[in-house]
């Protein structure tokens, strides 16, 4: 195993170069859009929400930011990772490599992404006036487990993608939704209270609750967020794991 | 020692399910009872093996299942049935200019090429000039690869997969690349690797090429394996077929027919040669012409004609 990661090890950081390489291609500004796209989304988030639907509640910008930057995080991996199989193709068809380091090499690119957009989250958090204390290294968790339940669900969805081509529409119609049922910019209290515990059922939700829990509230979230956060993330790469080995060889005939 | 042994090798496409129809009529169709998938076997049953510094030439007309075997044996595809055993390094140089990113630059390309192919960073750091320099890029090192000319891309593929030192080397139409001095320039490559005793698979349309290089050769038909023995009977076999148009009814089915076709073909070119030589030979006639025309003369031959001519070539 450790030879194979040895092996690998620069056919990985190649494609990691390659991925971050492309992303930025042609554009100006490069990877300043990486910081500056996440900070016009919440600009126009809050902007909407506190103006027009006047909501406003304490640190409401931190709040969606939360959201967006966890959402952001998901929906840039999940599609990175489902087409990075088709993507490919035409490398694995003739070069025999493992097809996963496609798809870890997304993951890691988004990633790199979302760590710069989370040091713009700490700006924003400092600016608000948020307290800082030894509690924020909890954060470190909720974000290992989105990267692993990212990848999980990365993989078995680049293992459909290469079967069924409908999957791309279907998934991006079901981000949409994933994006409303999330809490991204409402608080779950607009709901009926007898369902708010749905929302525990929706990993993404989990994820955001956690990192507010801890920047918004001050506290550390209870061990069933912790549990929550880590068993969807095993649940998800277990499934994409068993997929891929499954489909493997398969992925060949259909690309 | 036995380096390369394809045992009972089958491969199968699937046609006619998802990827062709789609999610809506896959769905429809299995309610209906009507899906169904159709079969397509690419290779069935190939066998061969390969000695420590063997040649293999494959030979066969298009849609023989010559690439798709090659991809069996470089574990790119994991054959539905039988097995491919290997023993040592393996290298493959597959239609090489696919693969590139277009929008990286040439230097880029190098380095995330040589990482596909399992090079060090630090065997491509000491090994990127002479790289460039054999696929005569030095101008274009930072130019995007789409800006790249095509013989340009297989050059540069070309050089990248041929840095290797493999116990087993695969190539597929690789000898056909860049200008007719890069051709040379590869050939020769491709000669000094094969010196130094490796085994070797190389799947060309050139029975020439075929003839020069290797000394063992595969004939695939349909995904069926015809013949498989030494390179120049089973050449002169492929030959003659060739020169028939296509008729299946040229196609050996056992190890004697082989070696009759062979013969047919030998005592053909014989001919030619003696007609030539004469200067009897029909101006402006093709070649394909004239060697369509001495098998048609050899198969009005009696056997006692033919015996001679025979002798004539054994004695050589």
Redesign the interface.
């Known amino acids: 195993m450790l030879n194979k990661v040895k092996?690998y090890q620069?056919?990985f950081?190649?494609?990691v170069?390659?991925d971050f390489?492309?992303k930025y291609?042609g554009t100006v500004l490069g990877v300043i859009w990486s910081l500056l796209a996440p900070l016009l989304n919440v600009l126009v988030l809050a902007l909407v929400f506190t103006t027009v639907f006047k909501r406003g509640q304490e640190h409401f910008i931190i709040y969606i930011f939360s959201g967006t930057l966890v959402m952001s995080f998901y929906t840039e991996c999940t599609q990175g990772c489902m087409r990075s199989l088709m993507q490919n193709a035409?490398?694995?068809?003739?070069?025999?490599?493992p097809k996963y380091l496609f798809m870890m090499s997304k993951t890691i690119q988004a990633f790199i992404n979302f760590s710069l957009t989370f040091i713009l989250f700490i700006v924003f958090c400092l600016i608000d006036g948020i307290s800082f204390g030894p509690h924020m290294l909890t954060l470190l968790y909720p974000v290992f487990w989105l990267l692993v339940f990212n990848f999980g669900v990365g993989m078995i969805l680049a293992a459909m993608f290469v079967?069924?081509?409908?999957?791309e529409y279907l998934y991006s119609v079901f981000l949409t939704l994933l994006n409303y049922v999330s809490a991204i910019f409402y608080p779950i209290s607009i709901i009926p209270e007898k369902f708010q515990w749905l929302f525990k059922l929706n990993p993404v939700y989990d994820y955001i609750y956690y990192i507010r829990t801890v920047v918004i509230d001050g506290v550390i979230p209870s061990l069933e967020t912790h549990l929550l956060c880590a068993g969807f993330a095993l649940v998800f790469l277990a499934i994409g794991c068993i997929v891929y080995k499954k489909c493997n060889?398969e992925f060949?005939?259909?690309v | 020692m036995t380096v390369l042994e394809c045992k009972n090798v089958s491969i199968r496409y699937k046609t006619g399910d998802l990827k062709s129809i789609g999610l809506k009529d896959y769905v429809i169709g299995k309610l209906t009872g009507k899906y169904k998938v159709t079969e397509f076997w690419a290779d069935k049953n190939i066998s061969f093996s390969l000695e420590k510094g063997d040649m293999l030439g494959i030979v066969g007309t298009n849609g023989a299942g010559k690439s798709t075997l090659l991809k069996a044996v470089t574990g790119i595809m994991i054959p539905t049935e039988g097995e491919v055993v290997a023993r040592g390094k393996i290298a493959a140089l597959l239609e090489l200019a696919s693969g590139f990113d277009p929008d990286l630059t040439v230097r880029e390309n190098t380095y995330l090429r040589g990482a596909l192919l399992g090079y060090t960073k630090k065997f491509i750091d000491e090994k990127y000039n002479e790289i460039i320099a054999f696929a005569e890029l030095q101008d274009f090192q930072d130019y995007m690869f789409k800006q790249l000319s095509s013989g340009m891309k297989s050059r540069l593929a070309f050089s990248i997969a041929c840095l290797v030192e493999p116990d087993i080397i695969i190539l597929d139409e690789v000898l056909s690349v860049g200008d007719e001095g890069f051709k040379d320039k590869s050939a020769h490559r491709i000669k000094s690797i094969l010196a130094r005793g490796v085994t070797g698979v190389l799947v060309s349309h050139s029975v020439q090429q075929v003839r020069d290089l290797c000394n063992k050769c595969l004939w695939l038909d349909h995904g069926k394996q015809i013949a498989f023995g030494p390179a120049y009977v089973v050449c002169n076999a492929y030959s003659a077929y060739l020169f028939s148009d296509k008729n299946p009814d040229y196609l050996p089915k056992n190890e004697e027919e082989l070696y009759e076709a062979s013969n047919r073909f030998r005592v053909a070119w014989r001919l030619g040669v003696k007609e030539k030589a004469a200067k009897l030979n029909p101006p402006n006639e093709t070649e394909t012409k004239r060697i369509k025309r001495l098998l048609g003369i050899v198969d009005n031959m009696t056997p006692e004609e033919r015996k001679v001519i025979q002798d004539e070539i054994d004695k050589r």
């Open positions: 092996r620069f056919l950081t190649e494609l170069k390659r390489k492309k291609k035409s490398i694995f068809t003739k070069i025999n490599v079967f069924f081509r409908d999957v060889h060949l005939y259909y």
